[in-house]
């Protein structure tokens, strides 16, 4: 066969790939405490 | 810019933990980029073994870290579906280093418009920024090249960018993710007190003058001489193409009136070694006879002997061509060593003889095979989108061979990008039939080398995939890396050779045609690629716990990560058993780590935060500053209690005995008097 696998699936960055899992963290991809923040 | 404050930085040897859940690919690619960081800083990774605060990596739902070290024990860092690209994993790591996004520093305004207008409804909080009592730009201008920085359209709700750079030929700078631009790494050389790099050695470009330390052998007949031109070619300089007047040097031999066997020996600085292998990297031009040579040798110093030992490395293989060939050497030296290019006039007459230029040496592994595409440009422009080209094929000392499928003008659906593809395909029959199928756990790495003259500020772009053998082809029974002569379809060279390619696995958003327009990616018209097949079957057991302790770490997710789908179960060799220790009859239960003390006795080292703590010789109890409050004044009650106690029965005792004195006496004297 010609099989081809893109393993992007066509995201071209990380925040894409965080976006494309629901994730809504901090600036996009920071795991931030607030309580730790204060 | 980076987290105010020392007690967000980490030691400069970082422990780690690779977690069980993370795919092999990604374990592999992490260990690059940790090498990254070992070439181009001070920062090295090791092993978790038992120290207070570590990274923990694990296959989260996406890709994400702290900023900084929040010294929480186990710091998680996600490395999750689609996060296992060198520069992703370099990202969250400068998170997790102290780093936060560039666009957020304090003077952004000055350099970037954020179009608020244009940002996806509830997402505005991305684009805060710090003021500068908080976060710090370690004295660096501002960086549109920063792996750090967003890409134009981050967080957009239409089509229009969201961050427009005032200066509009960095639009589609931003956002880069290839590889550390040099402000990153010189912000992270600052924040950390850099002097050196951990693996680098050296690199020459002849430049200057003092060509680098080098020096011309003592044994010789003749020199190697540092010239711009030679009239037999080379007519320029590799580094600057002769780009730049006044510039552009590299070294020559000349072998056109030489004696037949004459040797010129140039000779680098001394090196001084730490790992035990090297990789020498360097462009030659061979303008001179085929019978003409140069060969690689080092002189390793000790003790025993101070004036130097030579050692034969090999000859390379570089017959007479009109370009400036890349060279690869790879060393296996312990001690202090020069390396040695030794020209060899041989027995046929020259016109021109033998060059060097852009030299490194770095404690790294060499790539393996180079794939050189002439005339990129016109095969950007030229081949029809959705058309691959294809690698020859190359055989891996594993014995599989395997090629690189290059989408040069994308494709329909990703036009303006490269697509990059790695296949197995048939080699020689024999060799084939021998092989284990399918393939298992080998790893394949594309790289597009930026063909900057300093390895360390290069910006290559690189991908790898590993061959899982159970993975299977959609809608088959067939597994995808087996035999590509049961797997894959034949295919025709030009020259009318036949052989099989099996499945593509690779991505069709390797790199924008724009970025591999920049930058030192084509030179002189060519790209280069490398190619690395390597086994990483090592990496799919467990990473050994320090002191073999029962506490696992867990792989928690945040809040906001969505469950992850079950990996499937996957055959893992069997690993060697490892040797018994005191920790194995230990359980130190609450994260606790067991550790051998002075004495080798095991014992539980607990978990503590900042208002509670775990103890116990197990660690089962858990400890709080409210208990010691409770307890203090719980203590106090009952000390006044058992005080009242005696007291009271003190008084009644008193009261008795003097009551007894008086009646015996006869006397009137009151009972108040007396107790007084």
Not at chain 2, 35 to 57: A, H, M, T
Not at chain 2, 389 to 404: A, C, D, E, V
Not at chain 2, 647 to 656: A, G
């Amino acid at each position: 066969s010609d099989t081809q696998v893109d393993v992007d699936d066509g995201k071209a960055d990380l925040f894409d790939v965080n976006e494309g899992a629901g994730l809504d963290l901090f600036e996009g991809d920071i795991l931030y405490d607030e309580r730790e923040q204060k | 810019n980076s987290i105010i404050g020392d007690q967000y930085k980490w030691p400069k040897t970082v422990p780690y933990y690779l977690q069980d859940d993370l795919d092999v690919n990604a374990k592999g690619v992490i260990l690059k980029a940790f090498e990254q960081y070992r070439l181009k800083s001070c920062i090295d990774f090791k092993p978790w073994s038992g120290e207070e605060n570590y990274i923990s990596v694990f296959k989260g739902s996406g890709c994400f870290s702290s900023v900084g070290n929040r010294r929480v024990g186990k710091q998680r860092l996600s490395i999750g579906s689609g996060c296992d690209r060198i520069a992703t994993i370099e990202h969250e790591f400068l998170h997790a280093l102290g780093f936060w996004h560039e666009q957020s520093r304090s003077d952004r305004d000055d350099y970037v418009t954020i179009m608020w207008d244009r940002i996806s409804e509830g997402r505005e909080h991305n684009f805060n920024k710090y003021n500068d009592s908080t976060s710090s730009s370690l004295n660096v201008p501002y960086d549109y090249t920063s792996m750090m920085h967003y890409s134009k359209n981050a967080f957009r709700n239409g089509t229009e960018p969201t961050i427009v750079t005032k200066i509009p030929a960095f639009a589609d700078v931003i956002g880069q993710r290839m590889e550390f631009s040099d402000s990153d790494l010189l912000k992270l050389n600052r924040m950390y007190g850099c002097a050196r790099s951990s693996t680098f050695l050296d690199t020459c470009d002849f430049e200057r003058e003092n060509i680098c330390g080098m020096i011309q052998g003592p044994e010789d007949q003749a020199d190697w001489e540092r010239v711009s031109t030679v009239t037999g070619g080379p007519t320029t300089d590799y580094t600057n193409l002769g780009r730049c007047t006044g510039h552009g040097y590299f070294m020559h031999f000349s072998t056109v009136s030489a004696t037949s066997g004459n040797k010129a020996l140039l000779e680098s600085r001394l090196l001084y070694p730490k790992r035990g292998y090297q990789c020498l990297q360097f462009f030659y031009y061979n303008s001179g006879h085929t019978s003409d040579q140069l060969s690689i040798w080092v002189r390793e110093y000790d003790e025993a002997n101070p004036n130097g030992t030579l050692r034969f490395i090999q000859t390379i293989d570089g017959p007479p061509q009109n370009l400036w060939q890349l060279h690869h050497v790879s060393l296996a030296v312990s001690k202090k060593f020069r390396v040695i290019f030794e020209g060899t006039k041989g027995s046929g007459s020259s016109a021109g003889g033998l060059s060097l230029d852009d030299i490194n040496v770095s404690e790294t592994m060499c790539p393996e095979h180079i794939w050189r595409v002439n005339n990129f440009l016109s095969v950007m422009e030229t081949t029809p989108q959705g058309t691959a080209i294809y690698s020859p094929r190359f055989h891996s000392k594993y014995g599989y061979t395997f090629q690189m499928g290059l989408y040069p003008n994308g494709t329909i659906d990703y036009p303006g990008e490269l697509g990059a593809f790695a296949h197995l395909t048939s080699g020689d029959n024999a060799v084939d039939a021998s092989l284990e199928w399918p393939s298992a756990w080998k790893q394949i790495t594309m790289m597009l080398m930026d063909q900057n003259t300093d390895i360390r500020k290069r910006m290559s772009n690189q991908r790898s995939i590993t061959t899982d053998p159970t993975q299977v082809i959609a809608g088959s029974t067939n597994f995808y890396w087996d035999n590509p002569r049961k797997v894959g379809m034949e295919v025709t060279e030009a020259d009318g050779t036949k052989y099989f390619r099996g499945p593509g696995l690779g991505t069709y958003v390797y790199l924008t045609q724009a970025r591999a327009r920049s930058r030192d990616f084509i030179k002189g018209g060519d790209a280069i690629f490398l190619l690395t097949m390597e086994d990483i079957s090592h990496l799919v057991p467990s990473q050994p716990l320090p002191s073999t302790t029962t506490a696992k770490p867990n792989t928690s997710q945040p809040t906001t990560a969505k469950p992850e789908t079950p990996k499937p179960e996957t055959p893992k060799p069997t690993t060697t058993s490892k040797p018994s220790s005191p920790c194995d009859k230990v359980t130190c239960e609450n994260d606790g780590v067991c550790v051998l003390d002075n004495g080798g006795v095991a014992v539980c080292r607990c978990k503590v935060g900042d208002d509670w703590w775990y103890t116990g010789d197990r660690c089962q109890f858990k400890g709080s500053t409210q208990d010691w409050i409770v307890t203090a004044v719980v203590a106090s009650v009952c000390v006044l209690a058992v005080m009242l106690i005696v007291t009271i029965t003190s008084v009644v005792c008193l009261k008795k005995k003097y009551k007894k004195r008086m009646q015996a006496a006869g006397d009137d004297i009151p009972y108040q008097h007396a107790a007084v």
